[in-house]
Structures are given as C-alpha cells and as structure tokens.
C-alpha cells in the first residue's frame, strides 16, 4: 500500500490556483453540509470531489436519518421520545466504546438539526412503517431502524422509532432511492449559500503553513494544482473500504465482501491527515448488511453451522449481519418454511430462492453438514416455545413466532458476501476538529463523516451515518469559518 504524500510546506508553493476561507474536500452530505454552515457563517467557501458530480455514498443510500428526541414526525406518528431515551439507546447500541461527548451533542442537537434538515428543503412526509425492511416504501416517514423495539433493547430503554426517511417520489431502491433526493436538496442549499464547487477534482494532499493546515493540493484532469485556505480544512472525502490494502491492514474481517459505497471511499482524506500527525479511532469496526431479505429473516430460524440459533432474528437486520459476520465468520444457514415463505411474498414482494428444500430435517440435516438430530432438536424447541408465544433461547417477540411446519427451506448463506463499510477514522471533537496524536487539534484542519469516528463506534444502526454526517459536517464547517487569524 503507498503511504500518503506528506504534507506541503506552503513556503514551496509557487502559485495557488485558487483561494478560499474555507476549503472542503468531498462534497457528499458531509462535506455539503460543512459547505453550507461555512458560508451562513459568512466564510467564502471552496468544495471539491473527485467525482464526476455530487453525492458520494450518500446518493447511493435509502436516505434514512437517526433523528429523534421528539421531533415533528416522530409526534405526528404518535411517538414518544426524548433526548435522554434516544442517548440512552445509542450509548447502549452504538458501542463498546462509543464517542460519548458525540453522542450528547448529537441528541442534545438532534430537534434542531431536523429544523435545519427541513430549511435546507428536505421533506419527511407520511407515517410510520413498521414492517422489517431496509427501507420503506414511498409514504411512509418514519421506522425502526436500530432493533430499538427487539431484544435486548427494548427491555432496556423505551423503544422509539428514530429512522427519519426522506420523501421522495418514485424511488427505486438500489437505483436511485431517497439518499439521492437528500443530497440534492443539500446541493442546491449550498450553491444557494453561495459554496463554489468543483467536481473531477482529487485532493491529494494538505498544505502546512507554521504548523497549521493552509490548503489541499489536488489533481484536475490530470493537472496538478494548490488551493488555499484562509482558514481551515475539512475533510470529507468518506471511508475506506474501497482501498483493498488498507482494508486488509485495519479491517480485516471487511476483506470478501462488497463495498456499499463508492470507488472513492479510498481513504485517501484519513490517509493524508496520519501524515499530518492525525489520530485516528476504532480503525477496525465496520458495518456488515445481511444478505436475506428482512422480512424473511424476522419469521425464520438462524443458525450457526452447528445448527444452533445465535441472535433473535427480529432485530435490526444490520445487528444480525455483523453478528454473522464477525461472530459466525458468515456460516450461516436460513431456515423457514413453506406458510413463511408466502407471508414474506404478500409483505414484501420477495421471492426466496431456497439452496435446499424438503419436508424432512434430516435430509436438510445432510445437505448442511450438520450432526444427526441437531436441526430436528432446534425446531422441535423453537416450536415448542413459539406455540406458547416465547422464545426464551433468542428473546425473539411473540409478534414473529410461528412453529415451523413441512416444508422446509434453506437459504446457505456461507459463501454470501456481505455489504460492507468502515466506520472508523479520523478522530475529531464534537466541533469538528481533528485530533493529533496526543490529543491536541490539528490548527486549520477539520473531519466529518465517515472520513472520521463518529456516532457508530462500533454497532451501528441506519440514519447514524447520514445523521451523523450532517450533523457534524454543520459543525465542522461552521468552525472552520469562525476561525480568524
């Protein structure tokens, strides 16, 4: 892997090609949202990406935004929420070790940051959607999307839907879904607000003037160029888990899977700053989807390759996928059956493909790989239990319990590849600042986004990545726009 270039000392820069107050390298919801605060602080703002055009990751995403504590469609929906239950939960979910100053901030703030969302011309319209899924139809504007209603949580802290989904007509997941709508409302907020931005721009590395970051050099169609900034810095530019090598190196258990992301999530933006003395945090921790329908998920039977249950599968499918992949090393099996398999058709429309199917446990038994019985004894107990509405193995809730009866399907999901991204980077206070290794601020230099550790230190659930990248993208860029020399 080729190490970052070190920065540039400005005294070696013979011409900047352009200037700016504010300089932010990536333009997806992070960095727009640094653009957008910058200027309203009054700064002259410069974004680049180096992309053809906006959005990054987030354009790619179901446009799902962590958001609660209250808010006016969490009230609508007849919600009820707080800042202290919505910390509580995340402090619980989002870690071991989660950022807790972060976090504070984050649901302290997260009443306002929807105000600020809705000013910027985001729309949250509908009810609320409570069939498991990825993300909800068109109509609908809020769900749970962090196992908030399921085991262990909802026994622990009061259960809230906080998955805030942007409105958007005639949305195709997996093509162009509401992570899409968002960022084209954050763009044209911020070219609003006065941001110039430049797209098919790289940014290859910081600028140092006396110990303080004082641009970026980057590379535009195939020229290399140095952008000055009067007075900061953020970086925005994504995660990681594009670069094959420095995936391997700190997150090794991501290696196999699929990138959900972009080409540039290449950790080019973190890769820079260690250069420039950066500490970074939680290298290690991703986020891993799993590759099941939700809906089928909920009403089957997960199982080891032991053919043991190890989860309650009712809870927040991305919960699940890095239980299986990090807990299970991803060898799995899935096993419903025939009355299940027409529920999750008329609820969701998907049709599961089964590896195997038969009315017998002990020839699925054989196909598995499992020890004679294993599989006859972990339905003959799930069924047990499911009759009398519990499920005191996994804690699944009783609306999700149904004794399995022949026939039998099994999806063999060993050698299914899970989404994946990084959740660790740049370490960063609640303002944006990035941290050097002894825990001072780098002068001049800002983070936000997946460039850095955020809200999911290690657990993760949906809406914290675009929440948390608005959130402290407004943050960052308004402190970089208050900094006066």
């Known amino acids: 892997m080729n190490g970052p270039a070190a920065p540039m000392p400005a005294e070696r820069v013979t011409s900047w090609a352009a200037e700016a107050d504010v300089i932010v390298a990536g333009f997806g919801c992070a960095g727009a949202s640094a653009a957008i605060e910058a200027a309203r602080a009054g700064a002259d703002v410069l974004a680049v990406d180096a992309a053809g055009g906006w959005g990054g990751a987030t354009a790619m995403s179901g446009g799902e935004i962590y958001l609660g504590g209250g808010t006016p469609v969490q009230k609508a929906c007849g919600v009820e929420d707080t800042p202290e239950a919505m910390y509580a939960f995340l402090k619980l979910a989002t870690g071991p070790d989660p950022a807790e100053d972060k976090l504070a901030a984050y649901c302290e703030g997260s009443l306002e940051h929807f105000d600020w969302l809705v000013r910027c011309g985001v729309r949250f319209e509908g009810g609320l959607w409570t069939e498991p899924s990825w993300e909800a139809p068109t109509g609908y504007a809020l769900m749970y999307t962090g196992g908030e209603n399921a085991h262990p949580y909802a026994g622990l802290v009061p259960p809230a839907p906080r998955g805030h989904i942007v409105h958007m007509e005639g949305k195709k997941p997996g093509e162009r879904s509401a992570g899409w709508m968002l960022m084209d409302r954050l763009a044209a907020a911020a070219r609003g607000?006065?941001?110039?931005?430049r797209y098919d721009t790289r940014t290859e590395r910081l600028v140092t003037d006396?110990?303080?970051?004082?641009?970026?050099?980057?590379?535009?169609?195939?020229?290399?160029?140095?952008?000055?900034?009067?007075?900061?810095?953020?970086?925005?530019?994504?995660?990681?888990?594009?670069?094959?090598?420095?995936?391997?190196?700190?997150?090794?258990?991501?290696?196999?899977?699929?990138?959900?992301?972009?080409?540039?999530?290449?950790?080019?933006?973190?890769?820079?700053?260690?250069a420039a003395g950066a500490a970074v945090r939680h290298m290690e921790a991703g986020q891993a989807s799993f590759p099941a329908d939700p809906a089928l998920l909920c009403r089957s039977l997960l199982l080891d390759a032991r053919g043991h249950r190890f989860i309650n599968e009712d809870t927040y499918p991305g919960r699940v996928g890095q239980a299986a992949l990090f807990g299970q090393g991803r060898q799995v099996f899935l096993l419903y059956d025939g009355e299940i398999d027409e529920a999750v058709r008329a609820s969701s429309g998907h049709i599961a493909e089964a590896t195997w199917v038969s009315d017998d446990l002990a020839e699925l038994e054989g196909h598995m790989g499992l020890a004679p019985g294993v599989l006859a004894h972990t339905v003959a107990v799930y069924n047990a239990n499911a009759e009398q509405g519990r499920d005191p193995v996994c804690h699944k809730s009783a609306r999700w319990l149904k004794p399995l009866v022949p026939p039998y399907g099994v999806l063999d999901l060993r050698d299914t590849p899970s989404g994946v991204f990084t959740v660790g980077g740049l370490h960063t206070t609640p303002h944006g600042e990035v941290l050097d290794v002894e825990g001072e601020p780098i002068p001049g230099l800002y983070a936000a986004?997946?460039?850095?550790?955020?809200?999911?230190?290690?657990?993760?659930?949906?809406?914290?990545?675009?929440?948390?990248?608005?959130f402290f993208g407004r943050r960052a860029g308004r402190a970089a726009a208050l900094i006066t020399h």
């Open 449 to 470: 986004g997946r460039t850095t550790s955020g809200i999911p230190s290690w657990g993760y659930c949906s809406g914290t990545s675009l929440g948390d990248a608005t």
């Open 193 to 197: 607000s006065g941001a110039e931005v």
């Open 210 to 274: 006396g110990g303080r970051i004082a641009g970026i050099e980057v590379t535009a169609f195939g020229e290399r160029h140095f952008l000055r900034a009067r007075r900061g810095v953020v970086l925005a530019a994504g995660g990681f888990a594009a670069n094959a090598p420095m995936l391997a190196q700190h997150a090794p258990r991501l290696v196999g899977n699929f990138l959900v992301g972009t080409d540039h999530d290449d950790g080019r933006a973190i890769r820079m700053a260690q």
